[in-house]
């Protein structure tokens, strides 16, 4: 089935250690996303992209970086880890044209920062 | 963005018709009221939007009154798998820019019990 494919699941992390959460869509949507959940505060964004070549910051982007070298793939870099940074992390895509406000996610990475 | 604000959680039994109400005072003209969903371990889901009046879909209703300040999700003889957490957003129509600037809050726990 064609969408969001998130990877690692799950990952367990020392800190200061670099990470890199993988995303890749197979839509050919132009805009995607990372966002952070965490209990009690909901979904958070990260960074997001308009476009291949472009990368914007979201609400909550210190300690992390993106890049978007093609349109199917927006990887999410953690260069140095916290503890803080223990959440579950979800990547999602939407299209230019259609429907507003719909985005499509993927299943999310579970990070875990010791 | 308008701010959206809906109860914590809500509690059902089978079979019942189950409403969540979400208030958005200062939503603007061309804003649109998204509801998402999202069950454990898994992103979250688009389910229905609307504009104003009632839209019904195969999964739920939305009930926008005319002065658009709060709207309505109503869920139709749930069952224990509809237990989740449901989002309201109030967002842009436009998606020219490609990129979709969406508030998630804490959303609505519902919890359905046999």
């Known amino acids: 089935i064609a969408g969001i494919t998130q990877a690692p699941t799950s990952q367990i992390l020392a800190a200061g250690r670099r990470m890199t959460l993988r995303c890749t869509q197979d839509m050919r949507h132009n805009a995607m996303y990372w966002y952070r959940q965490d209990l009690g505060l909901g979904l958070r964004l990260i960074h997001y992209?308009?476009?291949?070549?472009?990368?914007g910051k979201g609400e909550v982007p210190d300690g992390y970086s993106v890049s978007r070298a093609n349109t199917d793939d927006f990887p999410l870099t953690l260069a140095s880890a916290v503890p803080s940074q223990t959440s579950v992390y979800f990547c999602?895509?939407?299209?230019?044209?259609?429907?507003?406000?719909?985005?499509?996610f993927g299943e999310g990475s579970r990070l875990t920062v010791l | 963005l308008a701010k959206t604000t809906q109860p914590i959680s809500m509690d059902s039994y089978e079979g019942q018709e189950v409403n969540i109400t979400c208030s958005h005072n200062?939503?603007?003209?061309?804003?649109?009221i998204t509801w998402y969903q999202q069950f454990p371990s898994q992103g979250p889901r688009f389910i229905i939007q609307g504009y104003k009046t009632k839209v019904t879909n195969e999964v739920a209703s939305l009930f926008i009154p005319a002065d658009r300040k709060s709207s309505t999700l109503s869920l139709p003889r749930v069952s224990l798998s509809d237990t989740a957490v449901y989002y309201c957003l109030a967002h842009q129509g436009s998606v020219n820019t490609g990129f979709q600037k969406l508030v998630f809050g804490t959303g609505t726990r519902l919890l359905v019990s046999p």
């Open positions: 200062n939503i603007a003209t061309n804003d649109y």
């Open positions: 992209s308009n476009t291949a070549g472009t990368t």
């Open positions: 999602a895509s939407s299209r230019t044209s259609g429907r507003s406000g719909e985005l499509f």
